[in-house]
C-alpha cells in the first residue's frame, strides 16, 4: 500500500508564493514520474507539472516561468514551488505518482486572494 501525504497549501496574496510538498510512503520499489495536478471543468484534472525519474519537467503553459518543480528522491517527496501566485491559480492541488500504477493524493486547498 503507498500513502502520499500532502501539505503546503493555504491562503495567499495575489502576487505571493507558497511551496507544495508530497512525501510517499509504503511500498514503493521505485518511483517514475512525479506530479502536480488541479481540478479542470467537466470535473477532471489539468496538469500543473510533472517530473520524470531523470528530471526532465513538463509545465502547464499558463504556469510557466512561475511554478517549478522538483523531487527528493531520496525523500520519495516531490515539491511544487510556486511563485507569482495568481486568483486564478485557486484551485484544489493534487499530487500524483507512478510507481509504476498511479497513486493520487487526497488533496491541498491553495486559495489567491486579490
Known amino acids: 500500500q503507498v500513502q502520499l501525504v500532502e501539505s503546503g497549501g493555504g491562503l495567499v496574496q495575489a502576487g505571493g508564493s507558497l511551496r507544495l510538498s508530497c512525501a510517499a510512503s509504503?511500498?514503493?520499489?521505485?518511483?517514475?514520474?512525479m506530479g502536480w495536478y488541479r481540478r479542470a471543468p467537466g470535473n477532471q484534472r489539468e496538469l500543473v507539472a510533472r517530473i520524470s525519474s531523470g528530471g526532465s519537467t513538463n509545465y502547464a503553459d499558463s504556469v510557466k516561468g512561475r511554478f517549478t518543480i522538483s523531487r527528493d528522491n531520496a525523500k520519495n517527496t516531490v515539491y511544487l514551488q510556486m511563485n507569482s501566485l495568481k486568483p486564478e491559480d485557486t484551485n484544489v492541488y493534487y499530487c500524483?505518482?507512478?510507481?509504476?500504477?498511479?497513486?493520487w493524493g487526497q488533496g491541498t486547498q491553495v486559495t489567491v486572494s486579490t
Open positions: 500524483k505518482i507512478v510507481a509504476p500504477r498511479a497513486y
Open positions: 509504503g511500498n514503493i520499489f521505485s518511483i517514475n514520474e
